[in-house]
């Protein structure tokens, strides 16, 4: 792919508002190459109330090989979709949305998108994070005073994780919160300015996603003092704290679910779906009976959970804590069972109330597989979700071994792990293929939205990257989480090279000590570069995104803004890639930045970069130039 095309993506080049009301009027741009073709017109198509409506773009001027069109476009609806239309003289009709240019007419799904309810703060972009599991993190000293509980097998922090059951959930190693304040120090050393927590409210399992109350914090953790402590040190040193929260369900020992277990009649008994008028079967999370599933239609669950400055949601965020924000686990269930369907009830609800306690505030949900649906702008900020990075990334940086592990029944497994899917271990992707899913499965989700999905290589839930890794991609796979649009997400551990075969061995303690050790010591060197190349480039958070070549092996992208850009190159194998001239304005003023490769600038304009694989490089670059709008008012009203 190396041929220029018309682009247009949601950041400040191509739109004058990421964050208009109804009934605001948009600036939005198209940028086509000069000599691309006569073209006739260009228009935008919008839907609104699924009625088609059009604006024509005016051409406002032509800038370094480039001819800018202005269209506006009024918000008519909470995501209001449109694409581009462009007719060429010779009758020949192209459309351009966000799964790119077409020749036949395309899906409203996958239209650009303008999102007119609150937009998140603007921190979220600038968010590098940090996901700590509590148990697995740090211990500090007051641990040891802590009785173990009785559903624990307990563990000393030197010994191997067992994945087989009973132990893979109960196998417990005593970290606590006080443990994560010893190692802010770590994270502020990295870069990172979010820390995300797993679940830190009381519960019979390791992971704590089955909570007995969330009113309080796990004395196991150090309990309420600890949590309010940790979130002040963590302020104190720039980073902020979120944490996670089950709406999709409780424990089995929840204070709710005990009252209405057994007991017909109990007002907790609307909040959970029993299915016999003894109130002793249920439905749960996937059949696991620890997990009981709530039912959202009951109002007293809302009042309790979500509504109000008194309600589970708000107490978090509120002092003596002040927490910023929640990551939502299985926000995809959450209110979905067979015909009923609460969700979109349930995700406006907890940004209502966010709102009204902090507007400062994130909420990030969990949908482990294709999120556009939910994704709309209308309560999640964005989501831990895997199609749109991490299983790509998987799928073409990684060469699996084929070595055995034990699953949770102690069965020996040498087929990889791949999100639980059964599809024979990790598919092999070209860069190209990469790319393609990137694409498909970001084409349906606003781009104010897709800047806050979490983008991680691997998560408590997953296998850790690393395991599977070809020879040299580590490097090239974080420097794409870092430089793609979304939140870059380190799961602890990986900056000290650990691996882990699936979702429980991957909960690996953290070797503190190891710093100095030369492998450890690279790895963490590493990160901080690339967290560091991060937070140094603004236009890497916010700024647009073109892919200026892909093959088989390499891909080369560029980040915009009219302040700066950086151009990426990503490649397992050795990459030649030529950009052809035009496509990146200001290239002899490249200045590298991070990697080993090589950028040279033809007498003709053209781009080539060079570079032995695997390798990760990035330059920076001048911002670009765009003509002055034709509606000049638009981003004011």
Do not use: C
């Not at 979120?242 to 209405?260: C, K, M, P, V």
């Amino acid at each position: 792919m190396t041929s220029l095309l018309p682009h247009h993506d949601g950041s400040p080049l191509y739109v004058s508002n990421h964050s208009p009301s109804l009934g605001d009027v948009v600036a939005v741009r198209l940028r086509v190459p000069s000599g691309y073709g006569s073209l006739a017109a260009v228009r935008t198509r919008s839907n609104p109330d699924h009625e088609p409506e059009w604006t024509d773009a005016t051409p406002i001027g032509s800038v370094d090989g480039w001819d800018w069109w202005e269209a506006p476009v009024t918000v008519r609806n909470p995501r209001h979709g449109y694409r581009f239309l462009l007719l060429h003289e010779d009758g020949r009709v192209e459309w351009l949305n966000q799964s790119g240019l077409h020749t036949i007419e395309t899906l409203d799904a996958e239209d650009f998108a303008l999102v007119a309810n609150p937009a998140p703060p603007a921190w979220l972009y600038d968010a590098v994070m940090y996901q700590v599991f509590p148990d697995r993190f740090a211990r500090s000293a007051q641990a040891d005073e802590r009785p173990t509980p009785e559903w624990a097998i307990p563990a000393s922090w030197d010994d191997q994780v067992d994945p087989v059951m009973p132990a893979r959930s109960r196998q417990f190693y005593g970290g606590d919160l006080d443990g994560v304040i010893d190692k802010l120090d770590h994270l502020v050393s990295l870069g990172v300015n979010l820390l995300y927590l797993t679940p830190v409210f009381p519960a019979a399992s390791n992971h704590r996603y089955d909570a007995s109350s969330f009113d309080h914090v796990d004395p196991l953790l150090g309990g309420d003092e600890a949590y309010a402590r940790l979130i002040a040190a963590a302020h104190a040193r720039g980073i902020r704290v979120i944490g996670d929260l089950t709406s999709n369900h409780s424990g089995d020992r929840h204070e709710w679910f005990q009252a209405a277990l057994g007991h017909p009649g109990a007002p907790e008994e609307e909040f959970y779906y029993f299915t016999d008028d003894a109130n002793t079967r249920y439905e749960s999370w996937l059949g696991y009976e620890s997990l009981p599933k709530f039912d959202w239609s009951s109002q007293e669950l809302r009042n309790r959970f979500i509504e109000g400055e008194d309600s589970i949601v708000a107490m978090w965020l509120k002092p003596p804590f002040g927490a910023d924000g929640w990551r939502i686990d299985v926000a995809n269930m959450t209110g979905r069972l067979g015909a009923v369907d609460l969700n979109q009830e349930v995700r406006t609800l907890l940004l209502k109330t966010m709102l009204e306690i902090n507007p400062d505030t994130i909420l990030l949900g969990e949908s482990t597989n294709d999120a556009a649906s939910d994704l709309q702008g209308d309560g999640w900020h964005g989501a831990m979700t895997y199609p749109s990075f991490t299983r790509p990334v998987w799928g073409w940086l990684s060469e699996p071994a084929g070595t055995p592990y034990l699953d949770a029944n102690g069965d020996e497994v040498t087929e990889p792990w791949f999100f639980t899917q059964p599809v024979g271990g990790i598919p092999r992707y070209t860069a190209a293929q990469f790319v393609d899913a990137v694409v498909q499965f970001t084409a349906g989700i606003p781009w104010r939205v897709r800047l806050g999905n979490m983008q991680p290589l691997d998560t408590h839930d997953t296998a850790r990257f690393a395991t599977n890794a070809a020879p040299g991609t580590i490097p090239v796979a974080v420097g794409l989480s870092m430089t793609l649009p979304g939140v870059p997400v380190v799961f602890a551990g990986d900056e000290f090279g650990l691996t882990g075969a699936d979702g429980e061995s991957s909960r690996t303690p953290i070797p503190w000590g190891a710093q100095s050790e030369p492998e450890v010591a690279a790895r963490i060197a590493l990160y901080r570069d690339l967290v560091g190349l991060r937070r140094d480039y603004p236009v890497l958070a916010t700024g647009g995104l073109r892919w200026l070549h892909v093959d088989d092996e390499t891909v080369v992208f560029v980040r915009e803004s009219s302040d700066e850009s950086v151009l990426v190159l990503a490649t397992k194998g050795d990459a030649d890639a030529e950009i052809p001239a035009g496509a990146l304005a200001g290239a002899e003023a490249a200045q590298a930045v991070v990697g080993d490769a090589t950028l040279a600038v033809s007498a003709d304009g053209s781009v080539l970069v060079t570079a032995d694989g695997p390798a990760f490089a990035a330059w920076t670059l001048p911002g670009v130039t765009a003509p002055e709008g034709a509606v000049p008012d638009a981003a004011a009203r």
